[in-house]
């Protein structure tokens, strides 16, 4: 989409004195030396409810098995009013909780149009009931990432682009019509060949090619899965440099943990003596004869398309960016369809027992797997959402947030987290693991943050000044794509210089995200960029500015701009974001 190009403007510009600089941004995500792992625990008694009162004697944590000192200890207890009569004054008892970023993730991928609209409409109350001080945020993906709303407090413009999402398309359309075609061929496979017999002996119904339409589908399905965790992982990364607590609540019908597994065991049941669900209709069961497909067979091929392994990184992504998730299972509870004489073997098949427990089954494990890792909750089989949705509202504001220092800092591994409360009876939620992100990598989290949300922070008091964009290519007379200089002037007084003997050493890294605003980016690009000041040009130099400049190829229309600059020696990093038309 975008191609970068770096330029080094290899001199040093003169500039106006310091300390007239217009003052930084206020700074966003947190700039501490100290690696301290927060982590926010809910308890509940049997009927879900919140258990309040509890002390930091009541609480163990573990990381890896082993026990690790509570450095902070707080707790919050804010009563959410009924749906009824919530407003702001009704809620005000008890402590107040820090604010939250909540994200609306609306997974257009996997929903059917009628299941999402229905959802929304109840989510309007949920987010007129949130506290005024949490930020929310409405994403989409269908299939790109979208931010349709960025993080606001303004209710009246979120509902507004709910309204614009229900009119929005879906690919969940797509996905049942593949589906149903899979079967088709797998039932038209197996006509053509059960009539290809020889005198009076028939064909078989169960060839070995019967398996390919069942493969095919699973390997489309598998690759959108992969795909929509991909954009989920950037996304939860983002977050990392967005300020306090972060929630993101999927709305979706939910992500196959093993995609096609139900058009393999359509094959069981066709190609297995008895099926599994006991099916005597002769149009959907069959004798099978040496040769054909082996029902056995079906199970191991549909784990061949398992995603779990990608699910499990992807929730140590969220638990590293201290991003809770909450699911919502969009087609809430489906009332059993009656087998109708008039319905064909095609539509039948998909009523059998086994049929519908395993496509159940692999929709909703991704959902609970995806908010009990977190910490979350699953709301699945629902058609009311209040009282589940209440209960979420309970978790921003009733919870512990406990902290402690590990015993590694920045080692880039995956730890496992224990919470232990001593009083019987309770459940305990929490975030599972984290990983331990090395400095680089929570830079490139930043840099994102900074170019989907705006964010900044400029402690090394970079400057930018964004150049004349020259045409590239020409399309019906119009320019499709831009050559645009961006210098960046870094005053080195703030850059950690080092001497040696015949001159002061620094070294900055710089790093440039690009997006459009139909959400697709380009990679974060990185380039090292040494200083070398002779000794005694030093008294001079160090009260001037480094002068850098950057060239960006990007395609005409508006495109929002990231970029990092981090000093080695210290890792202070300066973000800044930038947004141009072309």
Known sequence: MKKLVFACALALAAGPALGAETPAPSPFGERVDVNIVNVEVWVTDRDGNPVNGLQRGDFEIREDGKPVGIANFEAFAQKVAAPSAATPEARKTGAAPEAIHLVIYVDNTFLLPAHRNRVLRQLRDFIARLSPADEVMLVTEDPALKVRQAFTRDRAALLRTVDEVEKSASTGVSHASAKAQAIDTIFNIRE??????QGNVPGTPCPPDLVQPARSYADVLRADVLRSLGAMTVLVNSLS????????????????VTPGEEIFQILVEMCHPSGTSGSRDAEIGGTTAEGDYDASQAALDAQSYDTS????????????????????????????????????????????????????????????????DTGGRAILNANDLTHDLTHIQEDFATYYSLAYSPPHSGDGHDHRIEVRVKRPGVKVRYRQSYRDKPALERTVDRTLASLLYGYEDNPLEIQAEIGDAAPLALSNGKSATWSV?????????????????TSFEGKLRLLVATANADGKRSPVRQVQVPIHIPRLSALTALGQYYQYEVKLNLESGEQHLAIAV?????????????????
């Open 566 to 582: 981090r000093d080695e020696a210290t890792t202070t990093t300066s973000f800044i974001a930038r947004t141009l038309k072309l």
């Open 309 to 372: 392994t990608a699910f499990r990184a992807f929730t140590a992504h969220a638990n590293a960016q201290r991003v809770t998730l909450y699911t919502l299972e969009a087609s809430g509870l489906a009332g059993s369809a009656a087998s109708a004489a008039e319905i064909g073997p095609r539509e039948r098949i998909l009523q059998l027992p086994g049929i519908q427990l395993v496509e159940t089954s692999n929709l909703q494990n991704s959902l609970f797997v995806l908010a009990s």
């Open 241 to 256: 440099g967005v300020p306090g607590r972060k929630a993101l609540l999927l709305v979706s019908d939910g992500m196959p």
């Open 192 to 197: 053509v060949n059960a009539g290809n017999g």
């Open 485 to 501: 200089p961006v210098r960046l002037r870094i005053p080195l007084f703030r850059v950690t210089m080092l001497p040696t003997e």
